[in-house]
T-cell receptor, first 109, second 119 residues
Framework: QSALTQPRSVSGSPGQSVTISCTGTSSNVGGYDYVSWYQQHPGKAPKLVIYDVTRRPSGVPDRFSGSKSGNTASLTISGLQAEDEADYYC?????????FGGGTELTVL | EVQLVESGGRLVRPGGSLRLSCAASGFTFSSYWMHWVRQAPGKGLVWVSRINPDGGSTTYADSVKGRFIISRDNAKKTLSLQMNSLRAEDTAVYYCLPLGVTIFGVGHWGQGTLVTVSS
């Protein structure tokens, strides 16, 4: 049940695109299409932005997209906006458990 | 409107016990796997436990296995977490939610309840 690996921080300018990676193993990320991503602003509860690797909940802008290749999942945010500045966490099903990544701080320059 | 309202968090001494509750409303509670997720102050999200829709199957993170017990009452639409042998490292905000799925197309989290383990 080791945590998934995410970069500690990423940054981008308004209008640019950023990608956050999430690396696991063949027992979790690589083995199931149950990767989700959560956005968390300071002092707030997390918010689901991607589930089942690529699916976007209602109300989440289509600037947010998810993908997976092998044991690594990715969240891409295009057309960066100031309000995208937040912490982002990936999460994967692992057969008998679920596991989160350590989180990535996104800074909009 | 889907609502998840956690309660029961408070200051407790190391070695003590605490029971958290989560009141669910606005959706068919008995149809969903439910989870507890925690977040220590200034730290990341950590999965704690899950229970299947009828309550017959449970799974725990290694860090809480043998100390925590998850349960549910579908008639009362309530999820519970019995926490025993509490340690300082269990200090966190605890959230209940249907992890990784949407209800009516949207993800849902409660506001969480803070558990502080300290002498």
């Amino acid at each position: 049940q080791s945590a998934l690996t995410q970069p500690r921080s990423v940054s981008g300018s308004p209008g640019q695109s950023v990608t956050i990676s999430c690396t696991g193993t063949s027992s979790n990320v690589g083995g199931y299409d149950y990767v989700s991503w959560y956005q968390q602003h300071p002092g707030k509860a997390p918010k689901l932005v991607i589930y089942d690797v690529t699916r976007r909940p209602s109300g989440v802008p289509d600037r947010f997209s998810g993908s997976k290749s092998g044991n690594t999942a990715s969240l891409t945010i295009s057309g960066l906006q100031a309000e995208d500045e937040a912490d982002y966490y990936c999460c994967s099903y692992g057969g008998s458990y679920w596991v989160f990544g350590g989180g990535t701080e996104l800074t909009v320059l | 409107e889907v609502q998840l309202v956690e309660s029961g968090g408070r200051l407790v001494r190391p070695g003590g016990s605490l029971r958290l509750s989560c009141a669910a409303s606005g959706f068919t509670f008995s149809s969903y796997w439910m989870h507890w997720v925690r977040q220590a102050p200034g730290k990341g999200l950590v999965w704690v436990s899950r229970i299947n829709p009828d309550g017959g199957s449970t799974t725990y993170a290694d860090s809480v296995k043998g100390r925590f017990i998850i349960s549910r009452d579908n008639a009362k639409k309530t999820l519970s977490l019995q926490m025993n042998s509490l340690r300082a490292e269990d200090t966190a905000v605890y959230y209940c939610l249907p992890l990784g799925v949407t209800i009516f197309g949207v993800g849902h989290w409660g506001q969480g309840t803070l558990v502080t383990v300290s002498s």
